[in-house]
């Protein structure tokens, strides 16, 4: 009967090195470098061995999912943006936008309009569209919530 130690590299909650010392899983995944779970390994995404992080994927695909993330939410950041798009259809069925509405429609396509901009436009809209319709889908309100 042999009493050998079990030199299992891979055991799942770490295991012994070859030098019979206990050692993490991190450490047996990143060769005994100190870097707590960085490691190199294929991925078949970017097709190229990349750094990993423990349990997680690689650093390349996470920064493009990142950016990605970002972008989306940037893009979502004027929330109003449809509400507002509908006020000014209402009031182009009654008259021709004027100057300073168009300019305000052209903005609201690219980014959220300033609180003052807002303000401006609702009064030069109260004329012609009914005050619920301008607190519901001008203000913005129900998007603060």
């Known amino acids: ?70 972008r989306r939410r940037k893009a979502s950041s004027n929330p109003a943006k449809e509400d507002r798009s509908f006020v000014f259809s209402a009031y182009a069925k009654s008259a021709p936008l004027p100057s300073f509405l168009q300019s305000l429609k052209e903005q609201n396509e690219k980014r959220a309009l300033t609180p003052k901009q807002v303000a401006v436009g609702a009064k030069i809209l109260s004329k012609h569209i009914d005050s619920g319709t301008l607190k519901t889908f001008w203000s913005g309100e129900r998007w603060k919530r």
Not at 11 to 20: E, F, I, P
Not at 30 to 56: I, L, M, P, Q
């Open 1 to 70: 009967m042999s009493h050998r130690k079990s030199y299992n590299r891979y055991h799942g909650d770490g295991g012994y090195d070859s030098t019979g010392r206990w050692r993490s899983e991190a450490w047996h995944m990143d060769g005994g470098a100190n870097d707590e779970g960085w490691h190199y390994r294929y991925c078949s995404y970017c097709n190229a061995k990349t750094e990993h992080g423990r349990g997680s994927g690689c650093v390349e695909c996470e920064n493009r999912m990142t950016i990605a993330a970002n």
